[in-house]
């Protein structure tokens, strides 16, 4: 047990002193406005590229493409309607919508899809 306790204590020792000097020799010592600055094909930037963009469509971005990888899941369904039993399938099918339509309404409801905010 002294062993395993030795050696894992000589390991973390070692990790440590591993990650503090690749902290100490990776700092950038050499700030220059040039090389902070955004580059466009050699030219000076029209305006600062650090502009803030919206997070409303942000939020409906996000939304679209979860959406769309649900109605990407609801396309096989149409095809195993032939081989699976009816009932299961109209239940599984049904509470897929139910979890899609809810996740809407609560979207809907909480306001983000509303643009012109």
């Known amino acids: 047990m002294l062993i395993i306790f030795t050696m894992s204590t000589i390991i973390m020792i070692i990790s440590m002193l591993m990650m503090l000097i690749a902290n100490i020799l990776s700092k950038k010592t050499f700030m ?45 369904m149409i095809m195993i309607m032939k081989i699976s039993n009816l009932m299961s399938w109209m239940m599984v099918s049904f509470f897929f919508l139910l979890i899609l339509l809810i996740g809407l309404y609560h979207e809907w409801n909480q306001g983000a899809l509303n643009w012109a905010n």
């Open 32 to 76: 220059d406005r040039e090389k902070n600055s955004p580059f466009e094909c050699g030219f000076d930037p029209k305006n600062s590229a650090r502009l803030p963009f919206s997070l409303q469509f942000f939020l409906i971005a996000v939304i679209f493409l979860i959406f769309d990888v649900e109605i990407a899941l609801l396309m096989p």
